[in-house]
Nanobody
Framework: QVRLVESGGGLVQAGDSLRLSCAAS????????MGWFRQAPGKEREFVAA????????YYADSVKGRFTISRDNAKNTVPLQMNSLKPEDTAVYYC???????????????????WGQGTQVTVSS
């Protein structure tokens, strides 16, 4: 069992930066690949970024590549998401998720993830 709690959301202007964090409970954190997803009003939840169990591999949606950076600290059980050059289209609720059986081919698939946090709101004004 893994419990995930997101933090760091807020209201910013276009071009600003935000750093989200996901805090995970449980001693098996290192067994899970971790992902960030987002959901805007009226839209489906979409993949943003993911990081492998060791932190050695990262994956990004094309829409955030070069602007967002995902990492993990297995000693602290945290998964930060650094978001730079934010755009109004980045406005959404951001969710952290944990995936026990992930592969490189499944990292972006929300249906593969086993545990989800409650989400944190990010609003980017123009």
């Amino acid at each position: 069992q893994v419990r995930l709690v997101e933090s760091g959301g807020g209201l910013v202007q276009a071009g600003d930066s935000l750093r989200l964090s996901c805090a995970a409970s449980g001693r098996t954190f290192g067994n899970y690949a971790m992902g960030w997803f987002r959901q805007a009003p009226g839209k489906e939840r979409e993949f943003v970024a993911a990081v492998s169990r060791s932190g050695g591999s990262t994956y990004y949606a094309d829409s955030v590549k070069g602007r967002f950076t995902i990492s993990r600290d297995n000693a602290k059980n945290t998964v930060p998401l650094q978001m730079n050059s934010l755009k109004p289209e980045d406005t959404a609720v951001y969710y952290c998720a944990a995936d026990l059986l992930s592969t490189a081919q499944t990292m972006a698939l929300k249906g593969e993830y086993d545990y989800w946090g409650q989400g944190t709101q990010v609003t980017v004004s123009s």
